[in-house]
T-cell receptor, first 116, second 111 residues
Framework: EPEVTQTPSHQVTQMGQEVILRCVPI?????FYWYRQILGQKVEFLVSFYNNEISEKSEIFDDQFSVERPDGSNFTLKIRSTKLEDSAMYFC??????????????FGQGTRLTVV | DAKTTQPNSMESNEEEPVHLPCNHS???????IHWYRQLPSQGPEYVIH???SNVNNRMASLAIAEDRKSSTLILHRATLRDAAVYYCIPNSSGGSYIPTFGRGTSLIVHP
């Protein structure tokens, strides 16, 4: 069965450092997403990406965040200057059509980001 | 986007059917109803979705009320592996929207 792959599974970084979280979506999917989940809290939408540009973003996705699809397979989330409150599980997802339409989205297993 | 109401938690015994309700009274006529679940320490996992008719797949069944203001996810025989948080997500099928996970229903399955 196809799957979304995320690396690394766990990343520890110092406050103020830049981190890049990587995702390999399912190969024929066109829509890509990042979500995060702070421990014990809801899964929160960050950003959606389609046709090489951001299609939607939440209030959480401020100027310190950016996304990129540098080649035909990877989808990355960059946090420029990490803060303690960025510590969370980050989930990547992909779908053929926009999530919420007549389609299913596939989520990766997540990257646990710990900012110290 | 339509607002949803789900019970915070439900309990079931293994091998018994489970009916997980969701109220989405503000849903529009073109909103699909999606269900996802999140097992402990894992990413969300698609379960099922539908628009108007009841739907079945290998994981579950989805019963949608005639007025579409509520739906019920049915697990026909709960297993321990079904212990998870279940999210009901009615999403807009037109225009821009943000796919939103609420608190969901935490399903506890007893052996």
């Amino acid at each position: 069965e196809p799957e979304v792959t995320q690396t690394p599974s766990h990343q520890v970084t110092q406050m103020g450092q830049e981190v890049i979280l990587r995702c390999v979506p399912i190969s024929n999917h066109l829509y890509f997403y990042w979500y995060r989940q702070i421990l014990g809290q809801k899964v929160e939408f960050l950003v959606s990406f389609y046709n090489n540009e951001i299609s939607e973003k939440s209030e959480i996705f401020d100027d310190q965040f950016s996304v990129e699809r540098p080649d035909g397979s990877n989808f990355t989330l960059k946090i420029r200057s990490t803060k303690l409150e960025d510590s969370a599980m980050y989930f990547c997802a992909s779908s053929i059509q926009g999530m919420g339409l007549d389609t299913e989205a596939f989520f990766g297993q997540g990257t646990r980001l710990t900012v110290v | 986007d339509a607002k949803t109401t789900q019970p915070n938690s439900m309990e079931s015994n293994e091998e018994e059917p489970v009916h997980l309700p969701c109220n989405h009274s503000t849903i529009s006529g073109t909103d699909y109803i999606h269900w996802y679940r999140q097992l402990p320490s894992q990413g969300p996992e698609y379960v099922i979705h539908g628009l108007t008719s009841n739907v079945n797949n290998r994981m579950a069944s989805l019963a949608i009320a005639e007025d579409r203001k509520s739906s019920t996810l049915i697990l026909h025989r709960a297993t321990l592996r079904d212990a998870a948080v279940y999210y009901c997500i009615p999403n807009s099928s037109g225009g821009s929207y943000i796919p939103t996970f609420g608190r969901g229903t935490s399903l506890i399955v007893h052996p």
